[in-house]
């Protein structure tokens, strides 16, 4: 009787061909055990996710926390000098809403590093480069507020250099500067105070929709777009009206008071206010010619002409050009896990681009946006 040894590979070297009862030993199979590498290795990542979120916190750099971590510093333009101009980017919609794991929202990040700015005594002149058709108003005052403050506190000027869109909020943030440089071209202006949202009562009635509301007061329903356009009373649209306009006065206030100061320092250098400015503080949109004319800006030319104006206001000849970036953390770099799961959103594409604008809050926005 032949018999047949299973060489490396299940194949018999040479010979006959091997009987029918001849079968190779079958291949070792690692799909299961990569599975299983998989897996502990997602494991893995996330308890570094979670141990770098903890020692941030326990750290003091967490939420809620009253200890700053430095930020890194990038040089954007190196011309070998001591001084340094720190550039601040305000770009898109205003906002208090957070960015990232650790609860910094814009309002934070502007404050953090205007505070840095402050304890670094090679900064002498900060740059404001904003982009931006407005937003929150609660967002767009405090902004507002850290900017005032910290020019107050240390002298230091900040310079708004208006890109291609800096209108309502994005105005209103401008405002407190020392100095305003926009470009002939920037869609300025938008002075005025907005509140958005639809009523969809109509198209409930057609499709068989009846609301349900069980209510405290007659006004605890206001604004819902539930109600009928005709249920909606004088008094509740007065009321509204009145936060608007009490809003829109404040909007004036801080144009009127970050004008004037800004006169008091620089002279009949800078621009004044117009006699006629509030007529046309109705909303409107204005390019930033006619902006400049009316004393809403100081200044008409790019970014450079705005760092040459940070230089002149600070007195010094050169500087370097920097930004400063978020440090590096654990937490952060894991942070799309914890973005993954509160994404799952289920969302309707009804054939309109609408702007994510919540009923019910305050805005100051350009109407250029406002779709």
């Not at 009562?201 to 009928?228: A, H, I």
Request: proline fraction near 5%; charged fraction near 20%; include cysteine.
């Amino acid at each position: 009787m032949n018999s047949y040894a299973s060489p490396i590979g299940g194949k018999p070297p040479g010979g006959p061909i091997p009987p029918s009862g001849y079968y190779p030993p079958p291949r070792r199979r690692f799909g299961l055990w990569l599975v299983v590498l998989f897996l502990f290795g997602l494991l893995f990542l996330s308890m570094l996710s979670n141990l770098g979120y903890y020692l941030e916190s326990t750290s003091g750099a967490g939420v809620g926390s009253g200890v700053r971590r430095a930020m890194d510093e990038a040089v954007t333009e190196n011309n070998d000098s001591e001084n340094k101009i720190l550039i601040a980017d305000v770009s898109g919609i205003i906002s208090n809403l957070t960015l990232d794991r650790s609860g910094m929202s814009m309002v934070r990040w502007i404050e953090e590093q205007l505070k840095q700015a402050r304890d670094d005594y090679a900064i002498k002149a900060v740059i404001l480069k904003v982009d931006s058709p407005g937003g929150e108003v609660l967002a767009s005052d405090q902004i507002y507020e850290r900017i005032q403050s910290f020019q107050e506190s240390t002298g230091k000027p900040v310079i708004a250099s208006m890109a291609g869109l800096a209108a309502s909020g994005g105005y209103y943030i401008s405002a407190p500067c020392r100095w305003i440089v926009a470009h002939p071209l920037t869609i300025t202006g938008s002075i005025g105070v907005i509140m958005h949202g639809y009523n969809y009562r109509t198209l409930m009635d057609k499709v068989g929709v009846q609301p349900n509301v069980f209510k405290s007061g007659r006004f605890k329903d206001m604004l819902s777009g539930e109600k009928r356009p005709q249920e909606v009373s004088d008094e509740e649209k007065a009321m509204v009206q009145g936060m608007v306009d009490s809003t829109f006065q404040r909007f004036k206030e801080v144009i009127l008071k970050g004008r004037n100061w800004s006169q008091d320092q620089d002279g009949d250098e800078g621009r004044a206010l117009s006699p006629a400015w509030q007529d046309f503080a109705d909303g409107r949109i204005l390019s930033g010619t006619q902006a400049y004319e009316l004393g809403f800006v100081d200044e008409l030319g790019s970014f450079e002409v705005a760092v040459d104006r940070a230089k002149s206001l600070a007195g010094i000849e050169t500087a370097n050009l920097i930004a400063y970036e978020k440090p590096f953390s654990l937490s952060s770099f894991f942070r799309f896990l914890g973005k993954a799961s509160a994404q799952n959103k289920v969302k309707v594409d009804i054939g309109l681009d609408i702007p994510r604008l919540e009923a019910g809050r305050l805005y100051l926005l350009s109407p250029t946006f406002i779709q």
